[in-house]
């Protein structure tokens, strides 16, 4: 089965700073990443993707890298603005499955 | 923003008592999800729906049951709820299978007492 990791439970960052934020998977089967924002008491809400085919995909300050040998990905947020904090989680959809797994999310805050 | 309305938004129950949690959407999506949101575990799929009257496990589906009558929606049942199954749920929707750009609801929070 696949698992997504994100290590990192929180990530502090200046206002104009890059955020990096890293997410891990074990298996090599799948048709696409995805990137979550969620604020409080709210629903998460789509951010970006990859598939599995790229290693890099761009919409305005957010990219998103995939490095297959190392079966890491991470999403990069540049310049960081203190509306970006929230928590982000990644997700992996498998070939063939009707459904996301998801990380358990790492809570950025971005500091003024 | 997709149009998804859960309800209640907020739900306070006794242990041992049903619980049902509703999901209505108006998009017209296929694909219908119900996850939990739990601290250190972040989101997990409890149930999901590839259609109507088509269901299927998701990874914590022990305690849950699902219906799915017409299209628009989806209703999340605890048939004997346990202080386990406090959570902040919420549901989803897609048109695509694998659940690629997941629309989600504003969620619920329910506390078993």
């Known amino acids: 089965d696949q698992q997504v990791k994100q290590n990192s439970p929180s990530l502090s960052v200046q206002e104009g700073r890059i955020s990096i934020l890293n997410c891990d998977y074990t298996n090599s089967m799948f048709d696409y990443f995805l990137w979550y924002k969620k604020y409080p008491a709210e629903g998460p809400t789509f951010l970006i993707s990859?598939?599995?085919?790229?290693d890099k995909n761009e919409d305005g300050r957010f990219t998103v890298f995939l490095n297959k040998s190392a079966k890491h990905l991470s999403l990069h947020i540049v310049p960081s603005q203190p509306g970006d904090s929230a928590v982000y989680f990644c997700?992996?959809?498998?070939?063939?499955?009707?459904?996301?797994?998801f990380g358990k999310g790492t809570k950025l805050s971005v500091i003024p | 923003d997709a149009g998804i309305t859960q309800s209640p938004r907020h739900k306070v129950t006794e242990t041992g008592t049903p619980v049902t949690l509703r999901c209505h959407q108006t998009e017209n999506h296929r694909y219908m999800y119900w996850y939990r949101q739990d601290p250190g575990h972040g989101l997990r799929l409890i149930h999901y729906?590839?259609?109507?009257?088509?269901?299927d496990k998701g990874e914590v589906s022990d305690g849950y049951s699902v219906s799915r009558s017409k299209t628009e929606d989806f209703l999340l049942t605890l048939e004997s709820a346990t202080s386990s199954q406090t959570s902040v749920y919420f549901c989803?929707?897609?048109?695509?299978?694998?659940?690629?750009?997941?629309?989600f609801g504003s969620g619920t929070q329910l506390s078993v007492l």
């Open positions: 989803a929707i897609s048109d695509s299978q694998g659940g690629e750009k997941l629309f």
């Open positions: 990859i598939s599995s085919i790229k």
């Open positions: 997700a992996y959809s498998g070939a063939g499955s009707y459904q996301l797994t």
């Open positions: 729906s590839y259609g109507v009257k088509d269901t």
